[in-house]
């Protein structure tokens, strides 16, 4: 049904080693489920401002989860919470598909920004927490998504493009769906079994290069 969202949050959080994940598949689906009708019955002129809207709706969402102490539950897997990253790529959508280059460009700078708006976002992860981390840690995350969208719509030149063009990373990217859905799935398993054998891998490194291996095959 693609509520796994919804399941976890009646169950007070993410509890299940194995399935945790998907919660955010449920929240892609959803949004691909309905947002499509807003779209269709939505006059063409207010569909920047839907995308303003999510935005804000997301941002909101995320100061109450930040600001309620938990009394409303890990509001966090409700679509609400996710509106503002969904609402920049709505944005996105409308500003190329109406040819605004300007006004896109603008608010997703060239490839180099996207780099440092990553860097950002690391930063504020690791020094913020509560509300700061909604007012600040929040909005440069979606920034550095969209601008990474933006700069890949466009074509990544020179030699970050040949290094995105190799063969492997291609193929990386076709699988790239079944990789996020096992990625739980595949060290929980390799653990049972080597405990079964007697056997443990030693060092976080090669674990994780056993488990990654283990994972695109």
């Known amino acids: 049904t693609y509520l796994p969202n919804v399941a976890f949050y009646v169950n007070g959080g993410l ?28 006059p063409r002129r207010l569909e920047i401002h839907a995308g303003l809207t999510m935005i804000v709706v ?3 969402s995320q100061l109450v989860a930040a600001t309620s102490g938990g009394v409303l539950g890990p509001i966090f897997l409700l679509p609400t919470s996710q ?19 300007g006004v896109t460009a603008r608010i ?22 509560g509300v700061v981390r909604a007012l600040l840690f929040t909005p440069v995350l979606v920034v550095f998504f969209t601008s990474l969208v933006y700069a890949a719509s466009n074509g990544f030149s020179g030699l970050t493009g ?20 096992y ?35």
């Open 83 to 101: 509106l503002a990253t969904l609402g920049a790529g709505v944005l996105l959508g409308v500003l190329v598909h109406r040819e605004r280059d």
């Open 183 to 217: 990625h739980k799935v595949v060290p929980l398993s390799l653990v049972i079994l080597l405990n079964k054998l007697g056997l443990e891998l030693d060092g976080f490194y090669l674990t994780y290069l056993v488990n990654l291996a283990i994972l695109i095959a």
């Open 15 to 42: 509890k299940d080693l194995w399935s945790n994940h998907l919660w955010t598949l449920g929240i892609e689906e959803q949004f691909y489920l309905v947002f499509p009708w807003l779209i269709l019955f939505l």
């Open 58 to 60: 997301g941002f909101l």
């Open 162 to 181: 040949r290094v995105m063009d190799w063969a492997p990373f291609h193929y990386l990217g076709r699988i790239s769906y079944g990789i996020y859905l």
């Open 108 to 129: 997703c700078p060239g490839p180099g920004w996207v780099g440092a708006w990553f860097l950002a976002a690391v930063v504020l992860h690791q020094v913020t927490s």
